[in-house]
């Protein structure tokens, strides 16, 4: 089995742009991250964190079990990122729930 690439990438937070990579955009393609899930340990065993940005508070919190801690933006980027979310500028922030189609549960 090989082993795990523990390289940190940079990766921006804010104003991702992908304008170079696609064509016709109806809205400019620039993202800002929201989320990350972070992975440290082997191939084989490990443990998850996350990190998220709460628009609320305007402030971004990491999730390491039952413990939500406040965090400054710079400990978001690390090489401990594993997978990262972004949110296209333009859209909303939250999702009317109402107006989502509800399927039945069997």
């Known amino acids: 089995m090989g082993s795990k690439n523990e390289s940190y990438i940079e990766f921006p937070i804010k104003r991702l742009d992908l304008s170079s990579h696609v064509k016709n955009a109806s809205v400019a393609p ?8 972070n992975h440290s340990g082997t191939l084989t065993n490990g443990h998850y964190t996350s990190f998220a940005f709460n628009p609320c508070t305007n402030a971004w919190y990491l999730f390491n079990d039952s413990t939500v801690t406040k965090v400054d933006e710079s400990a978001v980027c690390s090489e401990l990122a594993y997978v990262l979310f972004y949110k296209q500028r333009g859209t909303p922030n939250n999702a009317d729930f109402n107006k989502i189609k509800r399927v039945p549960s069997t």
């Open 30 to 37: 620039i993202y800002d991250l929201y989320a990350v899930i």
